[in-house]
């Protein structure tokens, strides 16, 4: 198992500018993933005074990637604002998120992303360093990349232990063991897959996103704790 760490500028996408209007800013990309050529995000924007919510809805609106920003919820103690956003990467010129990079190259999130002073922080676990390299030659083409460690995390520092596994799966909801173990009988975790989303949308008689959310919560809870087995 290999720990790979980095942080990138992230050339053409809203994360490499969004300081140059809103300074103090940081953000959490609290989960990201791809339907229908569009990539489908959450953040948490903190450091934003309530006066200049609006303001950084509309900029992102507007970012060259973005076909739409929402705002989900404010709250002011904390001057933290959860925002939607959809986004289309294949713009001229071509980007792409860093997440599907990552995660074609078998890179999973320990932690959310966040988002600072122009680049985005990553932390990842792969199987080896062939899929870490990879990853990392092909995240070149996004940017600037700095590797902050590349290296084969302690036993002590592992995400969890077989107790906590066997509870991660017992804490799906129905809705997310349900929708994960059709994706699974369905072929969709096969390569090449033996089915998309739009499908397991139209088996399930709910909309894509509805059940891309539900197959992300399921994924995150099982592949976290499934990180020790994989050494």
């Keep these: 198992m290999i720990e790979y760490t980095f942080k990138i500028i992230h050339r053409g996408c809203w994360t490499e500018t969004v300081n140059d209007e809103f300074p103090e800013l940081t953000a959490t990309i609290v989960y990201s993933y791809r339907v229908r050529g569009n990539s489908i995000t959450m953040i948490e924007a903190a450091n934003v005074e309530a006066d200049e919510v609006d303001r950084l809805v509309e900029w992102l609106a507007t970012h060259e990637v973005m ?4 705002l989900i919820n404010y709250d002011t103690d ?9 986004g289309d990467y294949d713009h001229d010129p071509k980007t792409e998120p860093v997440l599907n990079i990552l995660l074609k190259n078998q890179c999973f ?3 959310p992303a966040t988002v600072a002073r122009g680049r985005e922080h990553w932390s990842v676990l792969t199987v080896d360093h062939e899929h870490a390299s990879q990853a990392h030659s092909e995240l070149q083409e996004l940017g600037a990349l700095e590797v902050d460690g590349l290296k084969s995390p302690q036993e002590s520092q ?7 596994f ?9 809705r997310q063991r349900e929708v994960l173990h059709r994706a699974i009988e369905h072929g969709y975790y096969e390569s090449p897959r033996g089915c998309n989303i739009e499908t397991l949308a139209e088996l399930d008689d709910a909309n894509v996103s509805t059940v891309g959310e539900h197959l992300r919560r399921s994924e995150a809870k099982v592949l976290t704790a499934a990180v020790p087995f994989l050494q």
């Excluded at 076909?67 to 929402?70: D, P, Y």
């Excluded at 904390?78 to 959809?86: D, F, H, M, N, Q």
Aim: hydrophobic share 45%; no cysteine.
């Design 78 to 86: 904390r001057k933290t604002a959860v925002i939607s956003l959809v």
């Design 109 to 111: 999130p320990s932690v």
């Design 67 to 70: 076909s739409m920003a929402q």
């Design 158 to 164: 592992l995400l969890t232990s077989m107790g906590e």
């Design 166 to 174: 066997r509870q991660a799966i017992q804490d799906l909801s129905p």
